[in-house]
């Protein structure tokens, strides 16, 4: 499997035990882990652990649980230690390891807002190269982003009084849902980066998901039309934001959301609809949320095209600045790429 198609699966994917699988197949033909366990802490805490696995059987996924829960999820060994059952250390771990039908084991922590450990296991002594390492220190980073953004659903779904309007959205299409939750995914790393205060970032991220509520007013022939749209067809789209408006203005708690909801497609200089405000006319929270719109529009595949590479959106971000977006926001947000995010760091090969 190309890098390529690993890195995108993943970052597509609603699902940790599919990404599992896609990191199983990933790693074997890279350094030949045929197999993989992905380990994270329950709800009620670190005794108890939530185990995803790939090619491993039920004893052996017992007994590396045991192995993990014994050590606080390997809290006292580095990201990529090795465990192999020829070291003569005595520790409890190895002998745990030695009951396992495994000889070697690789141990990566998440460690960011999401907290859990990548064991990658072989039925043989092995040890893995830097440039090896180096690739399973990426694929740790690309789970943990998986992981953060599922995470990420399931807190904002918790919030009721937005369950009915997000449901009506799945409802009418999937993929548009998908895209709003990795708007708010984004508008929210980026609020928080520019320094949006908490209540502030509450409200972004409700925005952001709410954004293209107008689209349940779309004809299906139109919005789920699997070729490019014509002129006529477009400008049907674009009524989306008002009609989103329209929908939401008279209900009671969403009137701090309506600025995003309207104005989302709004651009820098002045250029964009339905009222073609300009500069700092368009509020923050806007200019956070189509930012963080066009971004994933940008990286995302559609029916008719591909994602554009890393390297070409970050092109398209920097000459859009002063056009169709903040510069400010287009600088933090490319600083995010470099130190939050791992896609910018690799070379996708197509
Ligand atoms: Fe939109």
Redesign the pocket.
Known sequence: MQNSVFFKSVINSDSILDSIGLLGQYLETLIGCQHICLLLPHDNGRNKLIPYSFKINQTDLKLLQQMAIDTDLFSDMSSGMHLCITMSSAKPAIKLLSMTTFQSLYTFHLNRSVYGAILLCFRSPVQLTDEQLHICQMVTMQMEQLIEKIYFRKQVLKQQSYENLVNTLRMKDGFTLNHCYNVAFYASLLGAKVGVDAEQLEQLKISALL??IGKIAIPDSILLKPDRLTDEEFSVIKQ??AIGYELLKDLPDVQKILPVVRW??ERIDGSGYPDGLSGDDIPLLVRIVSLA?AFDAMTSTRVYRHSLPVFEVRRQLEINVGKQFDGLLVQAFLQMLDDHMIMDRLVWDE
């Open positions: 954004h293209d989306h934001p989302h497609h719109d």
